[in-house]
């Protein structure tokens, strides 16, 4: 059964609520609201109404639910609202003929829905055959389809962020104080960025926002081209716990960005990244909640949501943007008026959150989130707990492997590495923390502390995706030399050594048989007897004999 709407409430008319204005001075003097209704209250009412006794007694009983003058006024005529006329089995057939037609993500209008359903069911060669009088018509059909519930409407038909705009989201999700509640969500940028060489199109980065719900400020962000991994991640993570001064340095910019420190709630949503067994250790091993909200609609995550769409609104203005859809974008190309590489982008972005900062912000009354973090950065002292190893933290976040140790220290894809602090520990297992910018180096766990395992052997200055993608190059070129012709080749040598392999089994075997038969047989219990018969005798004869065609013959006589 489909779940539908309720059904509207019943509205009186004007000239009905006057009719119960009329009757409701009566009612209040002759009918008690404890005690029982006599009949000579009864007689009085019918008297000077002129009302049937049933009537007023069934209107006695609605004032005493109800004692107001609307409870008397005679009740709307029709069929009750929301009510459906035709049997059980019509109707049923009707549900489910509209859960397959109209419930789907690729559903059928209302009005086309109607029409399917009553044609299969008077079809007089379909599956149901009902008499075309016992179903209602199209216009029913489609008053019954609009009557099914949002929430129902939305869950068979709507993905998960068109979905919660049509579902009830009862509670609230709040932050218990200064960071406490922090949110982070990835979004692609709503601009295309160029490469700093050629300044050709690279395409929409990735950009990664933390929000600290009670202030509403930027606790940390990334940019990246890569999808967001839980490198990516713990490099959003490890930007919203430490101070922002050495990336404002590399950056070049002289802003004012104090937002950071050690929170104790972090909001996800359900991606794998969030839930990586290495991400949530690091968020656990500094107290921090790794709290993956569940999977479906976004609104647990309604800050975050809010804050992507504002810093979304402000990339229009930059040379490239894209727009929010395809409708605005109709006869502009975004890729050739790209003009910022990731770098010019990245210091944009970092003023535009300054900005953001400085603005009045309707969630926190008028007030701008930078004038909350001072005042409550102030009142709760340190933002980080003292002797926290930065380093440490930035490697804590990295993705990590588990690798055993061998005597050439660790590998991993193809690769070696070795540190000192390696040697007594071979053929025990460890973690190892990798940095995808980087394969000079990698990061093993020994005794708590992270040690600089260098690469063996002669690497470039290169990125792990660099390095893989030069590595899938030379294996394409190598399967293209195979493919233009080596592996026919190689296929019928090796077919020509199998047979080798074959014929000289075959000659071998064959050549073992007839031996067996030239030699004697064993002897057992006795000496098989033989007929007796003289040696021959040989008659050597000398070379000059023989003539031009032999050697020293032996000739039985």
């Known amino acids: 059964m489909i779940e539908r709407k309720p059904p509207p409430a019943r509205r009186r008319s004007e000239g009905a609520l006057g009719t119960g204005a009329d009757l409701y001075p ?22 000077s109404t002129g009302l049937k006794e049933r009537r007023i007694r069934e209107l006695a009983r609605r004032f005493r639910q109800h004692p107001v003058a609307e409870s008397l006024a ?28 109209y419930l789907q993500m690729s559903g059928a209008s209302v009005k086309e829905t109607a029409r399917q359903v009553r044609g299969l069911l008077i ?35 709507m993905g998960s962020k068109a979905r919660s705009a049509h579902e009830p989201h009862a509670g609230e999700y709040v932050s218990s104080g200064f960071l406490d509640l922090v949110q982070m969500d990835h979004t692609r940028a709503d601009v295309i960025l160029v490469d700093s060489v050629q300044r050709r199109e690279l395409g929409r980065p990735w950009v990664t926002l933390l929000i600290e719900v009670q202030t509403r400020c930027i606790l940390g962000f990334y940019v990246s081209f890569g999808d967001p991994s839980i490198f990516r991640c713990g490099r959003a993570i490890a930007n919203a716990l430490l101070p922002k001064g050495p990336l404002l340095a590399v950056l070049g910019l002289d802003v004012d960005y104090p937002m950071y420190g ?35 609609p976004a609104h647990w995550g309604g800050h975050i949501e809010r804050l992507i769409g504002t810093m979304m609104g402000k990339m229009r203005l930059l040379p490239g943007a894209t727009g929010s859809n395809a409708t605005k974008r109709d006869g ?25 900062h400085g603005e009045p912000h309707a969630g926190l009354g008028g007030l701008a989130p930078a004038q909350i973090w001072a005042r409550e950065a102030t009142a ?10 930065g380093t440490a933290l930035t490697r804590r976040f990295l993705p990590w492997v588990e690798r055993t140790i061998k005597a050439y220290g660790i ?3 193809y690769r070696r590495y070795w540190h000192a602090s390696l040697a007594p520990r071979i053929g025990q297992k460890i973690m190892v923390h990798v940095d995808e910018r980087t394969i000079q180096e990698v990061y093993p766990e020994v005794e708590g502390a992270f040690v600089a395992a260098q690469v063996v052997g002669s690497y470039p200055q290169v990125s792990l995706a660099e390095w893989e993608a030069a590595r899938a190059e030379i294996s394409q070129a190598g399967r293209a030399y195979q ?15 199998r047979r080798e392999v074959l014929t000289s089994a075959a000659k071998t075997r064959r050549i073992r048989e007839a031996r067996k038969r030239q030699e004697r047989e064993g002897t057992s219990h006795g000496a098989v007897a033989t007929t007796a018969a003289s040696p021959s005798e040989a008659n050597w004869v000398s070379v000059a004999e023989l003539g031009e065609d032999g050697w020293l013959k032996r000739i039985d006589r």
């Open 26 to 47: 009566l009612f209040r003097h002759y009918v008690p609201l404890e005690a029982a209704l006599t009949a000579q209250a009864v007689t009085a009412i019918a008297a």
């Open 74 to 101: 005679p009740l709307p005529k029709g069929p009750k609202a929301g009510s459906r006329r035709g049997s059980h089995e019509v109707l049923d057939a009707i549900d489910t003929l509209i859960g397959e037609i």
């Open 123 to 157: 079809a007089d060669n379909g599956d149901f055959r009902f008499e075309a009088a016992t179903v209602p018509s199209e216009r029913s059909i489609e008053r019954s389809i609009s009557a099914i519930s949002e929430p129902t409407r939305a869950r068979t038909s």
């Open 262 to 296: 050690l929170f104790k709630r972090l909001h996800a949503d359900h991606a794998a990244p969030h839930r990586a067994q290495s991400f949530r250790f690091a968020c656990l091993f500094y107290g921090i909640d790794p709290d993956v909200r569940p999977r479906g």
């Open 332 to 356: 502009y190309d975004a890729g050739t008026t790209a003009t910022m590489t990731i770098e010019e982008f990245e210091r944009w972005f970092v003023r535009a959150i300054c900005l953001y």
């Open 380 to 389: 709760h002292g340190p933002l980080l707990p003292p002797g926290i190893d």
């Open 411 to 413: 590998q991993i894809g």
């Open 483 to 497: 493919e233009g012709g080596v592996r026919a080749e190689t296929a019928r040598l090796i077919h020509a050594n």
